[in-house]
DNA sequence: TTTGAAGTTTAGAATTAGTCTAAATTCATT
DNA sequence: AATGAATTTAGACTAATTCTAAACTTCAAA
């Protein structure tokens, strides 16, 4: 029989590629976009290419090792944060900063009952003025 | 010295795009993306073109007249409802729907706190499965 | 009633993000 | 080493949106 790499742990099954894609995510405190992630693997990885860091993080999203934001505004944003987690978006300067906000979880049910959705996740999204928008 | 449109309020001074822009908004229940408007507002005002559709959504949302809604999975959605309220998102169909959960307003202090924005507004989306795909 | 400035519309080109394709490569098992 | 599945690569392609520059509207002031 083949050897079925599905059964692996996904940590276990990652290609030099995938490895790079992650550690560039996970280096950074920010939410950097693809093309971000592009430019800075190909420093330690220089035959990498755009389709591939693409294939990578359809890969580690599917995996559960990284989190895609969407809020638009250009971009999807990747985050090393997985857990369930709130965002906020600078209506100034476009910064998302994440927090955590466990009310936030609670709400679950009472949306879901509202909606008439099964549900499986709830996030909330604070938009303001970020401290740095503010100073100025 | 030259008129100052700006002086009016937002629905006197719509021009027919603009307007037949916001009547396709309004006179739907769903979401419906740009392209789709074009092609609705076009029966209406044969010579309407594509950049005036971004053009005048772009106006209309600054307006305050209607809502951009954008979650990823392609083009950005536009929303007749202008008052605050959430959104549930289906993870199998994509379906976007409307709710209000008062609650999720309330948490708009704790969500500044916890931040350190200054806040605008906060807004909650469930994902999950929608009623129509959960009967498949 | 013409003028002209400001704003708007138009068509199409340009840009951007992301996906697709097909050939080449890798790699774990035989 | 040979096999075959999965992955990578480069570049073509697509879809959404913005930009551009010329033409058109509007309307207050001359």
Known sequence: MVAKTENRKPEEKLTRQREAVLQVIRSREDHPT???IFQTARE??????YATVYNS?????EAGLVHEIKFGDGASRYDRETDR???AICNECGKLVDFDLPQAADLIQA???KSKFQPASVHLTLRGICPDCRKS
């Open 85 to 87: 987690h709130d965002h």
């Open 57 to 61: 993080l359809r890969f580690l999203k």
């Open 44 to 49: 330690q990885l220089p035959t990498i290419s």
């Open 111 to 113: 949306a879901a009952r």
């Open 34 to 36: 693809a093309n971000e």
